[in-house]
């Protein structure tokens, strides 16, 4: 009790040196300049937050001691049960929503969904091959340009364009993957992240191209097998096809279908390709590179593939995203995309499907919810995420399932392996 | 007997560091070679060089009659040449079976059930263990996967860096005890790389013995244990 006491106590005036200033002063315009007032109160009140907090820290972990092993394996199985219902359920949710949720949840859904599907392109870049991608925002930005850019000015349609923005962003994955072939680790990560700047730069100033900071406007909605989305309810529309009102939610719903196809794709894509010998290379790849380079696996092939695949998808994204909103701009793809991203698939669980998609429905659904809180919703945003990373450090879902087995698959817990290195 | 691999005058570096100086050597089909010698003398360094990684910067490298010097890894580890690292380098959070199975699917082995057959029923202990994660298992059992799976590729050519590392000395007999039992029942070649100069060499047909990254020694297994210059470097307390 008494450490505990000390701790908190320390803290305490940690936070005394911190929020001193920053709390207790306060300037405030009078007639004669700026002024200094002070605020003795709120500083006491967070000092005295962060000593109860700090207490209260300490008894939390006095109470939890690691469970014994017979109870961690009840855990799991636990786990492994619900997880089994868990999917099929958030999959059976997600295909009815359109009948059951309004317009602002459908579109709340489109948002939660796009996320979804960036997490699980850059789940194969990151989660299986365990290249850290800090700039996977960039392939995002070529697929959305790619299709604004092909559809406003030669007139073709999204299904024409979305494998063309694929191929393109899968171009520039290559691009990308080619000089940083020998990079690992956080000098990888610098790279790419300035890969997803140049990007940007490179849009924002081209701008006979791409429109400058201006963006594109007037990008058309997809169609669906030619029927368009619109409210004159004539011939060549859904609703004349069919014979029935015309309704903003019909296409909203249509938009919603096509991004959850796109991401189901993406999930099936990766499934099936972890049970090939290309997935696993990039498991094993992410695991020990010398020994992947000693078993004769090409690593070069196996990094590009990683980055061009993850980079195919994020660019699918992009061509549905700019068909969305019908409006892109570079303002769309800054580096704080390719952060959340980057979040869900850590959180999530570094290469479990699942995992992503339920952190990404934590993160842009949650953040939705906390809309109210407005200035303070990063805040709560931040901390959720500490806490999240605190409590379950290797992700929502850590457990990895073996891609083959003999016999039935055994679930071993994570916190058994020593920390992999990097 | 013909020189399964030959390495002729073959030097490495670090960058500017010469590693390997001018080194010959001999690996002839069905042996088991030693290469021996203290803490950095180069012997990973000369193990790595085989497997173009680092390149040689001079000398010739021929295996099976082919120059391999300039290859690619990937091409050279695809001519039934199989390394088991130093260090063993298992990929920790996928399965024994995984490791294992990952040792086959590069070479192209089409018949990967029996030869993992031939593995457990080289380490029994893998089969127990094939569903856990590798990096769950012991050293010494991490070196059995480590070992089980360059095997899976059914290797003419094995390459095995300091397969002992770490591990107690019953454990390191047994890892010898099956190398032993390999080479005479499948005629395998391997060229194994050791800290543990006695047992290295008593396993071993003929051994090398490399100092500073040039070969000083070379004969038979017997030979090499009679020198005594060899008891007095590698084997005193040993």
Redo the contacts between chains.
Sequence with gaps: MKPAFRDAFLSALVALGLFGTMIGLVTTTSPTGLTLRYRPEAVAIAVAVVFAGRLLFHLWHARHRPAPKAANAARIEMLRRGGKILAPALLVVAAILPLIAGRYYLDLGILVMTYVMLGWGLNIVVGLAGLLDLGYVAFYAVGAYTYSILSTTYGLGFWTCLPVAGLMACGFGVLLGFPVLRLRGDYLAIVTLAFGEIIRVVITNWVSLTGGPNGIAGIPRPTLFGLRFDMSGGPGTFAGFFGIEPNVTQRVAFLYYVIFALALLTNWVTLRLRRL?LG??W??L???E??C???????TNTKLTAFAIGAMFGGFAGAFFATRQAFVSPESFTFIESAIVLAIVVLGGLGSQLGVALAALIMIGGFEVFRDLQEYRMLVFGLALVLIMILRPRGLISG?T?????????L?P?E???E?AA | MTALLKLSGVSSFYGAIQALKSVDLEVHEGEIVTLIGANGAGKSTLMMTVCGNPRARAGSIRYDGQEIAALPTFEIMRRRIAQSPEGRRVFARMTVFENLQMGAEVAGNPDTRTTMDEVFALFPRLSERSAQRAGTLSGGEQQMVAIGRALMSRPRLLLLDEPSLGLAPLMVRQIFAAIRDLNRRTGLTVLLVEQNAFQALRLAHRGYVLVNGAITMAGTGAELLARPEIRAAYLEGG
Excluded: F, H, M, Y
């Design positions: 010998p696993r290379a498991e094993a992410r695991e020990d010398v020994a380079r000693s078993l004769g696996i090409n690593v990895r073996p891609s083959v087995a003999l016999g039935t698959p055994k071993i994570t058994q392996l020593p992999a």
